[in-house]
């Protein structure tokens, strides 16, 4: 029994569908379905009744349902009670994706560790659900995801929007002139979920429900050197095409009948530990206006 098959089950008990669990949660459906499972098995009786749409808490379930969110509430308090014992130069936990890593966090990041050389930065670059998921385990301190994290205990904020811009290599003529969305389903597309809840679901929203693409990557990074060679097309945030767009090493196609949601990354940190100012002040390049009063050893 751990902290994520708690609040898995707790989520399921309150929306009775494992499908919409799955979706809070940032997890696929069988994954919630398996530590449903395994938290059964363990306690040796069936939390839930199945139905065709809905799951209900047994008698069992709804007892359990009170130790469980006690669980959760001991956990907090006791990691907030250690937390309030560690010494001046902890080490911060920080989660960025990829993609947002390429884009802006890089730089950032790398200033940060030059201005204070007396930092220790534990840094995870992974997908936003991984991240999301060690964030509620207590595993980070913050992250800079695709997906926005709305819960008690966490402060959420919107840290950057993109267009996003469809490409193709320099010297594919195909569209040049734009494409229709009903084109879209016969491009040879790399496809990759950015996980956000407008502009991920709408390019996917874009294809045929069992459409096979050319590529499917969980790494969108990666996206742009595919495009440089020649092979099919994707969408990608306009900072990262701006330059091999003005060297012509790939181009942009004009969206004729349709347009995207701008992609968004977001800035999720703790409520009960925040971030230190100068790092924080790093990740967003702004000053303190008190002239730094707090800094990093707080």
Partial sequence: MNTMTIQTFLVVAEVENFTHAASQLFVYQPTVTSR???????????????????????????????FARQFLE??????????????????????????????????????????????????????????????????????????????PGFLCRTYFTQPLILVTAWGNQDHAAGINRRELGSLPYLYCNYTNLDSGLFLRSLFPLHQRFL??????????????????????PEKLVREPIQKEEIRSIPLLDFSVPQVRGYCITRKDHPLPVDFEEALWEKKSEEGRVQSFGR
């Fill in 36 to 66: 449903i499972q395994d938290l059964e098995e363990e306690l040796g009786v069936p939390l839930f009744t199945r139905g065709h749409r809905q799951v209900r808490l047994t008698e069992a379930g709804i007892q359990f349902q009170e």
């Fill in 74 to 151: 001991l956990e907090t308090r006791t990691k907030q009670a250690l937390q309030e014992t560690q010494k001046q130069g902890e080490t911060i936990r920080f989660g960025v994706t990829n993609m947002i890593y390429e884009l802006c966090a890089a730089r950032r990041l790398q200033d940060f560790l030059q201005a204070h050389p007396e930092a220790s930065l534990q840094l995870s670059l992974n997908r936003t659900d991984f991240l999301l998921e060690k964030l509620k385990s207590g595993l980070l301190d913050g992250a800079l995801t695709f997906a926005p994290l709305r819960e």
């Fill in 215 to 236: 590529l499917e990557i969980d790494n969108s990074t990666k996206l742009l050197e595919f495009i440089k060679q020649g092979i099919g097309y994707t969408f990608l």
